[in-house]
């Protein structure tokens, strides 16, 4: 399938049919591949000012083989969707980095054509299970919500006009290269995410293809809160005008953990429910020791249960992990969306809701 509405199409379509398997962690696989700052640097960065390695989103410049072969190795472990290398490919997060504008488009295309050239060899291998590619929009460095300042409540590292404009660059690029969905992921702060969606709506309204959204949140801890402050419910009802393919939460949590939110949000959400929780928490050492199976057998339950559309793995989680989860779920009818009353739902910290 060449045709972008094609594929959006048999997206939902598949979407329908059965639950959907997102690919693993990113870092994790890199760190594996015991790659040197010469990797990370390549000829383009040579000369760069500062360390480079551990900026994985610049592997798309100056390792695509790595890249790609990390594409191929979640498609191959089963799963649809495999998200672009450009998890902090925004202005802000590289300028960690003394990247130019430039340079972060060109990681968001060239991500973007990378996800999209190995979606498409994995669909003209399989017809029957066609892959996609999900244009990953990460969190900041910076948030909108909350102060900078433990003295100055107010005080904020950046405006949302300087947060909108980094994330309609990155959508921009990432649109151009090809992806069939935008992953606003991993969210901290909701305002953040809000810039991203207007991004997203602004573009399309000045003629850029219209695509699924799906918006993930992260649960920080067990008081059930998102890191600015909001229940399952009330950052749902903050997004939900987004009108999104799905909604979730990643990261963060062990799917032990991430359960409850999760069977939260199947309750009231009108749209499709993604989780894709790390492999535990990490040890003493910051590393996951939950095996594929563990996972599988937590994901698989809740899949069973009938409450989610979407499943993958975040941080720790390989294509052994993916592998298992597909397997898990195989033959699985997915969450049927909650239907929604009518209604004036609002949201600060908790949720209001005014029925008719």
Request: hydrophobic share 40%; charged share 20%.
């Amino acid at each position: 399938m060449t045709n972008r509405t094609d594929r959006i199409a048999a997206l939902k379509a598949t979407a329908k049919e059965r639950i959907l398997i997102l690919d693993g962690s990113w870092g994790v696989m890199f760190q594996h591949m015991g790659l040197t700052e010469d990797d990370y640097r390549g000829a383009r960065f040579a000369d760069h000012k500062g360390q480079m390695k551990g900026n994985n989103d610049i592997l798309c410049l100056t390792r695509p083989d790595r890249v790609s072969e990390l594409h191929n190795a979640y498609f191959a472990a089963g799963a649809d969707i495999s998200e672009t290398n450009t998890f902090s490919a925004t202005t802000i997060a590289q300028d960690d980095y003394s990247l130019d504008l430039q340079s972060v488009i060109d990681i968001n295309l060239t991500g973007a054509k990378l996800a999209r050239a190995a979606a498409d060899e994995w669909t003209a291998k399989e017809p029957h299970k066609p892959r996609f590619a999900a244009g990953s929009i990460g969190p900041l460095n910076k948030m909108l919500s909350m102060s900078s300042d433990v003295n100055d409540p107010g005080a904020r590292e950046v405006t949302f006009d300087q947060v909108y404009i980094a994330y309609r660059e990155q959508i921009s690029a990432l649109n151009e290269g090809g992806v069939d969905l935008y992953m606003i992921e991993t969210i901290t702060d909701t305002l953040n995410c809000k810039a991203a969606i207007k991004a997203i709506m602004d573009l399309e309204a000045e003629g850029m293809d219209k695509l699924p959204i799906w918006i993930s949140g992260t649960i920080t801890d067990r008081s059930g809160r998102t890191l600015s402050g909001q229940t399952v419910e009330a950052f749902w009802h903050s997004v939900r005008h987004a009108k999104p393919f799905a909604i979730g939460f990643n990261c963060a949590l062990g799917a032990d953990l991430m359960r409850p939110h999760i069977a939260a949000l199947s309750r009231i959400a009108d749209t499709l429910v993604a989780a894709y929780p790390n492999a535990g928490l990490p040890n003493e050492m910051g590393e996951y020791d939950e095996t594929p199976g563990q996972t599988s057998d937590a994901v698989g339950g809740w899949a069973q249960d009938g409450i989610v559309n979407i499943l993958g793995g975040c941080c720790g989680t390989t294509p052994e992990h993916i592998a298992a989860i597909a397997k898990a779920v195989e033959g699985v009818k997915p969450r049927a969306p909650q239907s929604s009353p009518h209604g004036m739902r609002l949201a600060g910290l908790e949720p209001f809701e005014l029925a008719s």
